[in-house]
């Protein structure tokens, strides 16, 4: 009931094409669902992130859509670049410190 | 504004030696955080400390495991004896307290048990 399940493993987009990833939760007691953005060799950095009571929320060329009923949220990265290629973790938290990272998505955006 | 400073970046030992992670995190920032990262993994938490009191340890395996934050600032992570399935990124993140979904990650230290 903890995990959360992060998908495509990897990810190949042509530069300005619209990435997406995909998560979902099962614990309905998570109330913050962030998205990390890490490149190799650093740590995690916040991205975007999105609390329940809103469906989307958009941040230059990121948005995160949420679906509260079917327990899914994903990432949509518009125009993506090569400098978009990294690994982004989705995450979900209660009460904003016990926070449970997905598995990760490697995106690799072709120039 | 300084991030979140750990050493050392990297760490090579023989199995069954002891090995200690350094963390500092941002001034200011009350809540500390060690994380597990496995190759190909997400972090899994393994200790979270409000000031200098370890809230939730409930992942730290306390067999090999140990932990302190003295004076709520700086944070030691020692492992002994170390094992071979404990190669991985140890990753420090602190946050403010109030605020504590925004969490700001250090650059890890990845260690490698021969």
């Known amino acids: 009931q903890q995990q959360v399940k992060q998908s495509p493993q990897s990810l190949i987009v042509q530069k300005g094409g619209i990435s997406i990833i995909n998560c979902a939760y099962e614990n309905t007691a998570f109330d913050y669902f962030p998205w990390y953005q890490q490149f190799p060799g650093k740590g995690p950095a916040l991205l975007i992130a999105?609390?329940?009571?809103?469906s989307e929320k958009k941040e230059g060329r990121f948005t995160i859509s949420f679906n509260k009923s079917a327990k899914q949220f994903s990432l949509h990265i518009m125009d993506s670049q090569p400098g978009d290629s990294a690994t982004y973790f989705c995450a979900a938290s209660k009460g904003g410190f016990k926070t449970i990272f997905g598995a990760g998505t490697r995106l690799f955006v072709k120039a | 504004e300084a991030g979140v400073v750990q050493s050392p970046r990297y760490k090579i030992i023989e199995k069954k030696q002891p090995v200690a992670f350094w963390c500092n995190p941002i001034s200011g920032h009350n809540t500390l955080y060690w994380y597990l990262q496995n190759l190909g993994q997400g972090p899994e938490l393994l200790i979270r400390y409000e000031n200098e009191e370890a809230v939730d340890d409930s992942q730290l395996p306390k067999d090999r495991f140990s932990a302190e934050r003295l004076k709520g600032v700086d944070s030691t992570l020692k492992i002994q004896p170390a094992e071979l399935g404990d190669s991985a990124v140890y990753l420090c993140a602190s946050s403010q307290r109030g605020i504590g979904d925004t969490q700001y990650f250090g650059p890890g230290t990845r260690l490698t048990v021969l």
């Open positions: 999105i609390r329940p009571d809103v």
